[in-house]
């Protein structure tokens, strides 16, 4: 088991990460699967993967299927002669896929399965509250992070973490957990253990503009939650109405102040530094923010372009 020839999948920087660790520990990884070149952003310039770009630099085999079940590609993986493939933050994989390795197909998921299967775990497991989170292998079956658990490793969640601080922490935890997985593979030291669901599992649903949209009647923590839960990316929203202005802003950083006060729901409270929103229970001090069509600003600096009327509220 020490000729391992590893393939490896995955797309973003969270994947390049895991995927530097098994080079820098010499891993043989005779190929990388990753999404397709696409045109994105205002200019539509072509935009490559993560992976792919670091892939190129280290001049790893690539392979951009954008049909996983192509025969042509299917022929294509088969000739690499892979008896282990990784995935990590990639998509679903068809059975002749996942099947093909003599020692599997494995995936690293960022969450202590079975809770927070899905798209966006690290997000979810902060908009909820969580105070515990960590990272799981396990091998892949035919349906979505539910296959037979191989490892997992645990991590806490601060109140003042955001997603990318948590990204970042389970990215590196991730990286540790995959070479011990390779380990296990290697002296077939392996032991998996069934998902177990029931009716407490909590989802990871992909974020879409909706999910990103505050409430500010919702309970002081919960917003104080979703907000770091989406920071940096994709950023909870709300509309400022300030007169016949309505301006979208993406808020990044807040603090939460308990308070009793009888204000309206979202009414501002400022001054030359600071704005507060009205909330149940107190107020969400803005920290840091971005009007639309403007970068990403201390809300001091906000301030010195902004003139916020006394009727001002977020909606």
Known sequence: MNDLRIVFMGTPEFAVTILDSLVQHNYNVVGVITAPDKPAGRGRKIHTSAVKKYAEEKKLHILQPTNLKNQGFLDELETLQANLQIVVAFRMLPKAVWQMPKYGTFNLHASLLPQYRGAAPINWAIINGETETGVTTFFIDDKIDT???????????SNEENAGFLHDKLMYLGANLVLKTIEQIKTNTVKTKKQIDNKNLKLAYKINKDTCQIDWSKDIQATYNLIRGLSPYPAAWTTLYNEDDNITIKIYAVEMETALHNLKVGKLVYDKKTIKVAVPNGYIKLLELQ??????????????????KETAYLK
């Open 147 to 157: 296959g037979e658990i191989i490892l997992n490793s645990k991590t806490t969640i």
């Open 291 to 308: 009007l639309s069509g403007k970068r990403r600003m201390r809300t001091i600096d906000v301030l010195n372009g902004l003139q916020l």
